[in-house]
């Protein structure tokens, strides 16, 4: 089991750990290009648009002879794409998408293990376990609380009394919270999965807490990034959703504050893998080491506080505070097999 | 056999085949797996039992009769109204109501959505007013669809009502039948299949859309939604394919009440008799220029709400007036994802229609072969029953499989052509059958008489007399295709990627002004090929009586 | 051996038969008239000999050569049809040309010289650059006439060409249909419903029922001696008279009034007389209640001074009788 958080702080042990490994046989360093590669790519991506094109954009200043065709699209689009051509892999790699969907596919045996240049920096709870790892994460993802200001003082309430989820069962809230469906989007299941990290996942804490939030819950809808957005045009007052859309929204004007539940956030990582077939691109490894070298991050770390080198520097709602300490302990091998079951007692309760 | 028959059947033949590739083949990957656990093992009814075993999930089934059922009644009725109101009373601005009822069907249904939010939402513009409603789940759903549908309804009644017996009405003014028994005894006998028709047209489209209830559905669960959920949320393929199996239901029942055989005859009404004088009634032509109006301003207050969205910089906090909304991200396909749309409806309009004009031919021209005919309507009219999604899956299941021959097709914009002419199939079916049914059934024995190859006859007097349809086949299948959005998620490549699904990401990611500002550009070069068709009818039509 | 041959042809269509056996001959030159009812399957066998429809069982020889399974394009015929089937985006040359380019090879020059003597004979020279529907029903005729002919076909097919017309024109259109037809000695086969049509055009009338052929002659065979009761009935008026053993047949203008001191058939008292121009319809009823209808020229009716309620009699010559085993239509006991 990983329980992440602890990992982190031993950062400096993994990191020689890893040193050592890499150079002594993991292969990794066979794989560095002596010469430049070209030809063409396609990567699948979960990555928002404005901040992909960027990273292609960089990435060709580097590799002007290879070509990157992206398919964007939100994670479970991009997921169930995959699953439907494993017969026959049409993307070479898939880059920033969440790392449940990525055990997924691993599961599968979908993924082919590489060891990009530079793993090393990468912390331990944001890799595979495996060795070369079958997937690297980039960035994680949290739950935070998108509140619309206007129409919560409208309630009679200020932001100071929105601090953690036990807030959010304040009668004042009464159908004024939108919160993603965790069977259709990532951040939904996140934000299920950390409360029940939170509440306590082998006593019925965590669900009982879910019953009581559920009768303040307006409407579950299909979309992480849906409540942001809502909360940002009025739709309503608090929306459950992660980090970046919030503070996009924030930063475009519309008047809401994010609000980062102080005992902590559920979360999932984007991440990078390779896609296993017969004949492996050259120039997709070439990606994946680029994808997770110090200039990628710098771009990823603009939208996303946390970035998994946990280089990140100083960001709103994490004042004074490292972002990743915002991050619960999570247990991905839990979850990655009870989430059939987590997501069949949450339609139980509240689908439909 | 006689020599011309061999042609024929090859060609028969080949339109079947084709029909099998693109829509019985894969259709059949995909349900096969609703049979089958998720290691490909045949289970039975086993997945049928579980949906229906869990509540959450055949609550589903209920709740999209629900709405379709209701978006049926509203949509037929309306558009019946309209109809009525454009060719039987005397009101001004015919023409303008006219093409102001279509405006729906020029955007994507998830824009319909996103202009309900912004009148019916919280911070509404109606909501402001005061009319509070609940605008996520049954209500916007529905309302999304009816304004999706009403056009279609519309667009039935009007040709019907438009081509009614005038002479009908005369005998029974001449008898002196009341008003009331008139609307019973001779305007509803006489549109009788229209009606059927058009609430079938109606029930399946409501049935079977994504784009509204995965915006405005909030946790109103119907099978669309499901089907996206049991896919892309949990990667459930097997129970996907066994919410697909389900959304086939308004076809089955089609078949069951025998409804396709109408559906099929429909074309069959031609321009007959004379056409009907409007008696002059103030009181009734008040009433219906209030009705028309009234759902012309709802259209055009979504319009308007959709344009404040892409020209203010960020709607509503920042109303500063811009035209950066037009700068679209270069990685949504920027700018060009628009002209890959045009492009792509382009080539499946071009494309579509000569497949369906030679299908449509081949079906009601040929001579015999009357088993292999009647598969062909059969097929020609299932599509308008097949969600884009389901398509779309089902075209990665068998098109994405290195044994099939056709696997070159995927990844390319051929599938999404592909995809798109088999999801817009059976309306432009009905339109080409309506025009060949009107060429005289004699012109085929005249050319066989004079040795004249078939081709010939075809190229030289069935084409040009069938223009107008083909016109029409053509605007139908591009404007479908610019605003499709569930047929092609699934299929679109890096290398070509569309409006349509441009508009659905930035409405995701709530960059909003752009998705505004992207649905205005599609409505934009939609009503300008609408325009360029209606003109070009008008100078055929201006070319034949001058002739 | 005829030009063209029927034989024992058999058709039908859903279980309903179309053509019963059916065997006719056509002679090199000749126009021949299928008459009938709507139904008895007269247009089935045209479309028969044009190879637009197939047979069940039976043969078709064209000139000698079987041609049961021979496409339509290769028998050689023209076709008119009676909604003229001409396509409306063409010009009358238009329409012409379009057979002639499929089948002659010849310069451009040649086909156009070629369609205007054509057009010349139907006399359209004057309408030849105009579209079917700026032409006049009789115009549209013609151009279909024109079109049929264009190719010189060995044979010409006419299904109702003139039923869509008025009756003036209908008239005039027979003569000059039947000229041209003659001029240029093609064997003609015509289906017609109109028995006067069939009467004044043809050389051989083939009188059909029922999917078979009642008869074969003459239209003055046909008129004089109908070989059936459904013949007799069908064509021109007839008197069916019931007998022992049997039913006598008369045409009413084979029915002389005499008067009472002459040899006379049969007695009858005026019940109503009908003025038709040049020959005037008297309706008399026998003392069993029998109608017998006597037409006369009009001129002689005058002289004659009947007014209904008279007592008339009536001659019945032999050799005008015609004995059938029933009656067919209304019958006169």
Avoid at chain 2, 130 to 150: A, K, V, W
Avoid at chain 2, 203 to 232: E, K, R
């Amino acid at each position: 089991m990983i329980h992440a958080k602890g990992y982190w702080k031993a950062k400096l042990v993994s990191l020689a750990v890893l040193a050592v490994l890499l150079f002594t046989g993991c292969g990794a360093g066979d794989r560095v290009e002596a010469s430049p590669v070209s030809g063409e790519i396609t990567v699948y991506t979960a990555i928002e648009n404005v901040l992909a094109g960027r990273l292609v954009e960089t990435f060709n200043a580097h590799y002007p002879d290879i070509t990157v065709n992206l398919v964007r699209d939100s994670t479970g689009v991009i997921t169930s794409r995959l699953i439907a051509e494993a017969a026959n892999p049409q993307a070479d790699v898939v880059w920033g998408t969440a790392a449940s969907s990525l055990m997924v596919l691993e599961a599968m045996d979908m993924l082919e293990p590489f060891a990009p240049t530079g793993l090393d920096r990468i912390l331990p709870m944001f890799r595979a376990e495996s060795n070369p790892p079958t997937w690297v994460g980039i960035t994680a993802w949290e739950t935070a609380f998108i509140v619309n200001l206007p129409e919560l003082e409208a309630l009679g309430l200020t932001i100071d009394d929105i601090r953690c989820y036990v807030d959010l069962l304040r009668p004042e809230l009464q159908g004024n919270i939108i919160m993603p469906n965790p069977a259709s989007s990532g951040t939904g299941f996140l934000t299920v999965v950390g409360l029940l990290e939170l509440y306590g996942r082998d006593t019925d804490a965590g669900w009982e807490f879910m019953d009581r939030l559920h009768e303040n819950v307006q409407d579950y809808i299909h979309s992480g990034a849906g409540p942001a957005n809502m909360a940002a045009t009025g739709e309503t007052v608090v929306g459950i959703s992660f980090g970046f859309p919030g503070i996009s929204r924030l930063q475009e004007g519309a008047p809401v504050a994010v609000v980062f539940p102080e005992r902590g956030s559920g979360w999932d990582m984007e991440a990078n893998a390779l896609i296993r077939q017969d004949e492996i691109h050259p120039a997709a490894q070439t990606f994946l080491n680029w994808a997770i070298s110090d200039e990628a991050m710098a771009i990823y770390n603009e939208a996303f506080p946390i970035i998994s080198t946990g280089e990140g520097g100083s960001y709103y709602g994490f004042e004074g505070q490292n972002p990743v300490d915002q991050l619960i302990d999570k247990c991905f091998v839990w979850i990655a097999s009870n989430r059939e079951s987590i997501l069949a007692e949450w339609n139980r309760r509240y689908g439909g | 056999m006689r020599g011309k028959s061999k042609g024929q059947f090859l060609l028969l033949c080949l339109m079947l085949a084709a029909f099998v590739i693109i829509m019985v083949l894969p259709l059949f990957a995909l349900f096969a797996r609703a049979f089958q656990d998720n290691t490909g093992q045949f289970v039975g009814m086993a997945n049928y039992r579980a949906y229906f075993a869990n509540p959450a999930l055949s609550r589903a089934l209920w709740n999209t009769i629900n709405v379709s059922l209701v978006t049926t009644v509203f949509s037929v009725t309306l558009g019946f109204l309209y109809a009525y109101a454009l060719t039987r009373t005397n009101i001004r601005f015919k023409r303008f109501f006219r093409y102001m009822a279509l405006i729906p069907i020029f955007i994507p249904t998830i824009v319909h959505a996103v202009g309900l939010i912004s009148l019916f939402g919280r911070q509404g513009l109606i909501t402001q007013m005061g009319f509070d409603i609940e605008i996520f789940g049954f209500i916007g759903i529905t309302l999304s669809h009816i304004i999706f549908t009403f056009p279609q309804a519309f667009l039935m009644f009007f040709v019907t009502l438009e081509y009614a017996d005038g002479r009908l009405y005369e005998a029974a003014e001449s008898m002196g039948v009341k008003p009331l028994t008139k609307l019973f005894k001779i305007t509803l006998p006489e549109i009788k299949f229209t009606l059927i028709n058009a609430a079938f047209v109606c029930f399946t489209l409501a049935f079977t859309d994504f784009g509204a209830p995965v915006v405005i559905g909030g946790g109103y669960n119907v099978l669309a939604t499901d089907l996206f959920v049991q896919i892309t949320g949990l990667f459930n393929f097997n129970m996907g394919a066994v919410v697909g199996t389900l959304l086939l239901i308004p076809a089955i029942l089609a078949f069951i009440v025998n409804r396709v055989t109408n559906i099929a005859n429909m074309g069959a009404m031609s321009a007959k008799s004379t056409k009907l004088k409007v008696k002059k009634s103030l009181a009734r032509d008040i009433f219906f220029f209030a009705f028309c109006s009234l759902i012309v301003l709802f259209f055009l207050t979504l319009i308007g709400a959709l344009a404040v969205r892409a020209f203010t910089t960020f709607f509503p906090f920042n109303m500063t007036p811009t035209l950066g909304n037009f700068q679209f991200s270069p990685v949504t396909g920027g700018v060009g994802s628009f002209f890959n749309s045009v492009r792509m409806s382009l080539i499946t309009a071009t494309v579509g229609t000569a497949f369906v004009f030679v299908y449509a031919y081949v079906a009601e021209k040929t001579d015999g072969f009357e088993f292999l005919r009647k598969i062909a309507k059969l097929f020609s009219v299932l599509p308008l029953a097949l969600p884009g999604m389901v398509i779309g899956v089902s075209y990665i299941f068998f098109f994405n499989n290195p044994n099939n021959p056709f696997n070159f097709a995927f990844g390319t914009v051929g599938i999404l052509v592909m995809a798109n002419i088999l999801s817009f199939f059976s309306v432009p079916y009905l339109t080409i059958m309506g025009a060949l049914k009107k060429l005289d059934r004699e012109f085929e024995s005249v050319s066989d008489s004079m040795s004249a190859p078939r081709w010939k006859l075809f190229t030289m007097v069935t084409v040009p007399l069938s223009l107008p349809a083909i016109l029409e086949t053509f605007m139908y299948y591009f404007v479908s295709s610019m605003v499709t959005i569930s047929a092609i998620v699934f299929l679109y490549t890096p290398r070509f990627r569309v409006a349509s699904i441009a508009i659905s990401h930035m409405h995701a990611e709530g960059v909003f002004a752009q998705a505004a500002a992207m649905s205005l550009l599609i409505l934009l070069v939609n009503v300008v090929v609408r325009l360029i068709y209606e003109i070009t009818i008008h100078l055929i039509k201006k070319r034949r009586k001058q002739a | 051996m005829s030009f063209l041959e029927v034989k024992n042809v058999v058709k039908r269509f859903d279980n309903q038969s179309a053509l019963n056996n059916v065997s006719i001959n056509v002679e090199k030159g000749e126009l021949v008239c299928i008459l009938g009812p709507s139904g008895c399957g007269k247009t089935t066998l045209l479309r028969t000999i044009a190879g637009l429809e197939t047979t069940d069982s039976g043969k078709i020889f064209i000139d000698g050569k079987d041609a049961t399974f021979l496409p339509p394009a290769k028998r050689n015929f023209g076709i008119v049809f009676q909604s003229y089937a001409l396509f409306p985006n063409m010009t009358v040359m238009g329409n012409v040309l379009f057979g002639l380019k499929q089948k002659v090879r010849a310069s451009k020059a040649e086909l156009r010289r070629r369609a205007e003597e054509v057009l010349e004979m139907v006399d359209l020279t004057d309408h030849s650059d105009k579209y079917p529907r700026q032409l006049s029903g009789g115009q549209q005729q013609r151009t279909a006439l024109a079109r049929a002919i264009a190719l010189s076909p060995s044979f010409l097919l006419l299904d109702e060409p003139l039923s869509a017309l008025d009756a003036k024109v209908r008239t005039k259109l027979r003569g000059e249909i039947r000229e041209i037809q003659k001029q240029l000695g093609v064997t003609t086969v015509m289906v017609t419903h109109d028995q006067e049509e069939a009467l004044t055009m043809a050389d051989k009338v083939i009188v059909m029922n029922n999917s078979v052929v009642e008869q074969v002659g003459t239209p003055k065979e046909i008129y004089g001696n109908p070989a059936t009761n459904f013949v007799a009935g069908f064509i021109g008026s007839m008197n069916f008279l019931k007998v022992d053993g049997g039913i006598k047949a008369i045409r009413p203008e084979r029915i002389k009034l005499v008067g009472r001191f002459d040899t006379f058939d049969l007695k009858a008292n005026v019940s109503a007389v009908e003025f038709k121009g040049p020959l005037t319809r008297v309706y008399a009823r026998t003392k069993n209640a029998a109608e017998v209808s006597i037409e006369l020229p009009s001129q002689s009716f005058d002289n004659m001074n009947i007014r209904a309620g008279a007592q008339v009699f009536l001659r019945l010559p032999e050799e005008h009788i015609s004995r059938y085993t029933e009656a067919w239509g209304e019958i006169a006991v």
